[in-house]
T-cell receptor, first 114, second 114 residues
Framework: AQSVTQLGSHVSVSEGALVLLRCNYS??????LFWYVQYPNQGLQLLLKYTTGATLVKGINGFEAEFKKSETSFHLTKPSAHMSDAAEYFC????????????FGKGTKLSVKP | EAGVAQSPRYKIIEKRQSVAFWCNPISGHATLYWYQQILGQGPKLLIQFQNNGVVDDSQLPKDRFSAERLKGVDSTLKIQPAKLEDSAVYLCASSLDTGRAEAFFGQGTRLTVV
């Protein structure tokens, strides 16, 4: 069975500081991996995804994530936080051939201090 | 391109009442998902449709939840009778197919059962 663990339900950074949101997964096969962002009272928006190929994936709004199979991780980073990055971030996995069902982590709420 | 439309945005009902949510996916998207997002948790898949057929409803509480997707386009999710623990945000998402295509989410319907 697949599962996703997001370390830290709440992360706070200063504006301009590095953002690092951690995600570890459990899967019997190499999964597809996703990061979604959710702003208050909004749906989820895809930030980036990894399916195959290059393990460093670049997404929207300056975010990127690296798939590390040996560590079963897919951590999300951004070099310099902006106030507008304050939101909740969800890591999700999908097994190839699983009909596209997404298994989500519990989310990490990012706060950005001025 | 119009996104996934959901209505209503908010709904408050008393326990044991019934409620229905509506979703209109992105035009041309064959796959439609309903997710339940309880406060403080990641979304959990309730049901997945491919065109108008059910692909996965293993986590749908079938004694009280039902969903349909007539003509393979719009979908409705119904709860009857509602329980307090059904209070959550109900998210609809759609994707081109069940493969690696990314899922696009609607803004969700926030249900409060009192």
């Amino acid at each position: 069975a697949q599962s996703v663990t997001q370390l830290g339900s709440h992360v706070s950074v200063s504006e301009g500081a590095l953002v690092l949101l951690r995600c570890n997964y459990s899967s019997s096969v190499p999964p597809y991996l996703f990061w979604y962002v959710q702003y208050p009272n909004q749906g989820l928006q895809l930030l980036l995804k990894y399916t195959t190929g290059a393990t460093l994936v670049k997404g929207i709004n300056g975010f990127e994530a690296e798939f590390k199979k040996s560590e079963t991780s897919f951590h999300l980073t951004k070099p310099s936080a902006h106030m507008s990055d304050a939101a909740e971030y969800f890591c999700a996995v999908s097994a190839p051939g699983s009909q596209g069902n997404l298994i989500f982590g519990k989310g990490t709420k990012l706060s950005v201090k001025p | 391109e119009a996104g996934v439309a959901q209505s209503p945005r908010y709904k408050i009902i008393e326990k044991r009442q019934s409620v229905a949510f509506w979703c209109n996916p992105i035009s041309g998207h064959a796959t439609l998902y309903w997710y339940q997002q309880i406060l403080g948790q990641g979304p959990k898949l309730l049901i997945q449709f491919q065109n108008n057929g059910v692909v996965d409803d293993s986590q749908l509480p079938k004694d009280r939840f039902s969903a349909e997707r007539l003509k393979g386009v719009d979908s409705t999710l119904k709860i009857q009778p509602a329980k307090l623990e059904d209070s959550a945000v109900y998210l609809c998402a759609s994707s081109l197919d069940t493969g690696r295509a990314e899922a696009f989410f609607g803004q969700g319907t926030r249900l409060t059962v009192v």
